[in-house]
């Protein structure tokens, strides 16, 4: 037995005063460190709010002091029964072997009950699928007989509407009354009753076809459904029949019990819009006509005049007298007839088509004073017919109706600047909606014009800039709603620009109307963008600007210098697109120079495992690289119009992204070919090892990669004499340089010589 550690010696008992060795502060707990969900960075953290960290230190190198006392002790004390549990672990091996068997056993049986209980859910599972199944089919099944008892309900209840009815629904009733020789009392009394039992029997019916379409929904793609589908056509063509023959007879007596069943029929069947239009065209149209005839012949209505205050009062009293008996059943309260909407659907939109057929010239903002007069007048009408509206929702409802949005459509309001607003701003917004550029002759643009304008989205703009500033046209007192105008309208062609510019460099116009010209452009018919935006901005700083200075001159100095700023302004937005431009023409004609140069991929077949020698010649894609700048450069646009500093600027700039993506391309074929290259190489050394042969001997044949090298470098010194022939130095690409230097053989790396 080792030697034991020496306890600490005991404390004196006279040792009172002092603190006991295991002794602890208040704020100190070694009972936590047991705890299961003990945190050692969030129990420090807590103590060093008032504890210091070399005080803490201390207690917790104490307590593992006192700890590893207190394990020695432990081992010390029952070291005897530590050394001989090794001595007692004998037969152990026995002892597993006669477990094992009880529990070999019982896991047999426990996967033979595994078994049992498998076969039994897959039969079970086996059983529910079996019962959904017939569950769903009863389901269809009772479906299918649900719809065909209502279906046969419907016929039969309509096979009793002529029986009740006789030839009512055709208007004969009061003859038959009276070849029965009846009282005129007794025939109204009874065609009454006739109407109101009438109207009873559609509702049911309407209530049954309600049912029939919610069983439909269900099954509609079902062959049953779909054999009887002309059955149900037929009985919902004679319900519609019938009801609005009992509707319109209702109408015309004001039953109210009929006209009442007929809608609660009408919205059971979801045909509100029929009642509706029944409404307007055998009530409200006949009083309608009368008050503004539209008829065929035009001398009435030329007669009668545009003014509608009068006609609007005879409309008013109309629908007091005539439309108020309706309205007042389909508002009544819980009638559930909420769904109608007489008001628009029948009233307005009788009037708004009568006005339009009758009196056209309401509607026309070309008199201000007649069209005002008309437009409060009709505003006074939509108010009164918004009276009978029973609630504040059935007011929204109402002027959220599409013939009220149509009717309000109708009045351009506003005084003589919105006419003219529209008439300016209206004649620049259809050119610039037009799908593409459209070219002007110098005719179109008129003599007045001292600018060489091409296009005519270009000569609108100015036209309509200029109207702004007409004395035909122009009122000093809305001087600064026509100079807001012409902002806009400068505003509306630079944005109309940027947004096609946008779109095409996006390929799609996507949600902006407008931008189809820029995306079906040619690369010629940007040039003419180019100039007309260099005329333009000419002219609005120059003769433009002072033009609207001299209107404006009895302003003061203030106002005409924010006036100049915001002009000149307007006109710095149209020369900040010109770059805009030129990139969009140095894109398309890049674009159309990569569809050459993507065939340098077709030398890599040319070479790669052939007898071919060493090339001499460059490749003949090579002359179609430059072919679309140069035929674009030679063009008569670009001849006539484009600038020398816009020419250049678009030769240099076009030449440099063509040889970018000439180096990428070649650069990407010889790093491809010097790994295919490296693989075949180690592929032939692998097979001449396993032949037997020497690993010393060198294939001194040219390789397949030192023959491409040699077409891209061929084709690259052709490139560059290309490029001097349209005037730039290749050397001077950062580009050319770069694929020199790679395709270029070792003796030829330091000079770019051609």
């Not at 060795?21 to 969900?37: E, R």
């Not at 009758?358 to 201000?368: E, H, L, M, T, Y």
């Not at 140095?586 to 569809?595: H, R």
């Not at 001499?616 to 072919?627: D, T």
Request: aromatic share 8%.
């Amino acid at each position: 037995m080792p030697d034991q550690i020496p306890s600490p010696a005991p404390r004196s008992a006279t040792d009172l005063f002092s603190d006991p060795l295991d002794s602890h502060p208040m704020w100190f707990k070694p009972s936590l460190f047991l705890s299961p969900d003990f945190d050692s960075e969030s129990y420090i953290a807590e103590l060093r709010t008032f504890v210091p960290f070399d005080t803490l230190r201390s207690e917790l190198q104490a307590h593992l002091s006192s700890l590893n006392h207190e394990l020695i002790d432990l081992i010390n004390r029952d070291y005897a029964d530590f050394v001989n549990l090794s001595t007692k672990l004998v037969d152990v091996d026995s002892a597993v072997l006669r477990m094992r068997a009880p529990l070999l056993e019982l896991r047999d049986k426990i996967q033979g009950f595994r078994g049992a209980v498998e076969g039994s859910l897959t039969s079970l599972k086996n059983g529910l699928s079996q019962r959904a199944e017939a569950a769903a089919a009863r389901e269809v099944l009772e479906l299918l007989l649900d719809t065909f008892h209502v279906v046969s309900k419907v016929e039969k209840l309509i096979k009793e509407l002529p029986s009740v009815s006789s030839d009512w629904s055709n208007g004969d009733v009061n003859s038959m009354q009276k070849s029965n020789a009846l009282s005129s009392q007794h025939v109204e009394n009874g065609t009454t009753n006739l109407r109101e039992t009438q109207s009873m029997l559609l509702e049911r019916i309407a209530s049954e076809m309600n049912r029939l379409n919610f069983y439909i929904a269900h099954a509609q793609n079902l062959p049953f459904i779909q054999n009887i589908e002309k059955r149900i056509q037929s009985a919902s063509q004679l319900l519609n029949a019938s009801l609005g023959h009992c509707f319109v007879d209702g109408l015309e007596h004001r039953d109210v019990n009929a006209i009442y069943n007929c809608l609660r029929a009408y919205a059971a069947v979801d045909n509100n819009g029929n009642a509706e239009e029944i409404f307007r065209t055998t009530i409200v149209a006949p009083f309608i006509q009368n008050v503004i005839p539209h008829g065929s012949s035009g001398g009435v209505v030329a007669a009668s005049g545009d003014e509608l205050e009068n006609d609007y009062l005879q409309i008013k009293k109309h629908v007091k007298n005539d439309f108020k008996f309706l309205l007042e059943v389909a508002s009544a309260e819980n009638s559930g007839l909420h769904v109608f909407d007489f008001l628009a659907n029948s009233i307005l939109k009788e009037v708004l088509e009568a006005i339009q057929k009758g009196k056209p010239g309401a509607f026309s903002p070309g008199r201000p004073k007649e069209f005002l007069k008309n437009y409060k007048a009709s505003l006074d009408f939509l108010a009164y017919i918004e009276g009978y509206c029973p609630t504040s929702a059935a007011v929204a409802r109402f002027r959220a109706a599409p013939s009220y949005v149509e009717f309000m459509k109708q009045w351009n309001v506003g005084v003589y600047f919105s006419l003219r607003f529209q008439e300016i701003a209206g004649a620049l917004d259809s050119a610039l909606t037009a799908p593409g550029l459209v070219l002007v002759q110098n005719s179109d643009s008129g003599e007045e014009y001292s600018l060489n304008l091409t296009l005519k989205q270009s000569v609108t703009l100015l036209d309509s800039l200029r109207s702004c500033w007409n004395e035909e046209v122009l009122v000093l007192s809305c001087s600064d709603k026509f100079l807001r105008l012409s902002l806009q309208l400068l505003s509306r062609y630079s944005n109309w620009l940027s947004s096609g510019l946008a779109a095409r460099k996006k390929g799609s116009a996507g949600s902006n109307p407008g931008c189809e010209w820029a995306l079906s452009a040619a690369p010629d018919d940007f040039v003419y963008v180019i100039h007309d935006i260099n005329c333009l901005g000419k002219e609005i700083s120059g003769a433009y600007l002072d033009h609207v200075l001299r209107v404006l001159s009895s302003c003061s100095t203030e106002v005409l210098d924010l006036v100049k700023q915001s002009i000149l302004h307007c006109g710095k937005s149209l020369d900040d697109l010109l770059p805009l431009v030129i990139s969009t023409i140095k894109e398309a004609l890049v674009q159309k120079s990569v569809e050459d140069l993507r065939q340098l991929k077709g030398i890599t077949a040319t070479y790669r495992m052939t007898n071919k020698p060493l090339p001499v010649r460059h490749s003949p894609y090579v002359a179609g690289v430059l072919r679309p700048l140069k035929t674009f450069l030679d063009g008569e646009q670009a001849t006539k119009y484009l600038t020398n500093d816009a020419r250049n600027s678009l030769l240099l700039g076009a030449a440099t992204d063509i040889t970018i993506r000439y180096y990428e391309l070649a650069a990407d074929l010889v790093s491809v070919a010097r790994k295919t290259e490296s693989s075949l190489q180690r592929i032939r050394q692998g097979a001449q090892r396993r032949a037997g042969a020497s690993s010393d001997v060198l294939d001194h044949n040219v390789s397949d990669t030192d023959k491409i090298c040699m077409q891209l470098f061929l084709d690259i010194q052709e490139y560059g004499r290309n490029l001097a022939v349209l005037g730039v130095e290749a050397a001077d690409i950062d580009a050319y340089r770069s694929l020199w230097q790679c395709v270029a053989p070792a003796d030829r790396q330091d000079e770019i010589k051609f």
